[in-house]
């Protein structure tokens, strides 16, 4: 069984950037695609984008239009999203998950499992 655990969150102005980081463990990260979603107050969960196992193809939300950047060390267990130029809008948990199948995550379906989530709030 995966266990995922997010870490970077915080509070930052409009147009900062920022770093999440997710780390998993209990199954062998490299057969796994790694995903990011988030739900802000009110809306329902919103893929954000996922990365193959091997790295080698990244795939994202439609809202992303280049802001975000996804990737992962194998070799640390970890993978990341790097945000630039934040918005208000993007104050959300953001949630890392993990799956066998990366359109697992780009359709939000199957075997998925997921971490327990890390606050962004962006200030204007």
């Known amino acids: 069984q995966v266990s995922l655990v997010e870490s970077g969150g915080g509070l930052v102005q409009a147009g900062d950037s920022l770093r999440l980081s997710c780390v998993a463990s209990g199954r062998t990260f490299s057969n796994l695609a790694m995903g990011w979603f988030r739900q802000a107050p009110g809306k329902e969960r919103e893929f954000v984008g996922a990365i193959h196992k091997s790295g080698g193809m990244a795939l994202y939300g439609d809202f992303v239009k280049g802001r975000f950047t996804i990737s992962r060390d194998n070799a640390e267990n970890t993978v990341y999203l790097r945000m630039h130029n934040l918005k208000p809008e993007d104050t959300a948990i953001y949630f890392c998950?993990?799956?066998?199948?990366?359109?697992?995550?780009?359709?939000?379906?199957?075997?998925?499992?997921w971490g327990q989530g890390t606050q962004v709030t962006v200030s204007s």
């Open positions: 998950a993990s799956s066998p199948a990366i359109i697992s995550l780009k359709r939000s379906s199957g075997e998925i499992t």
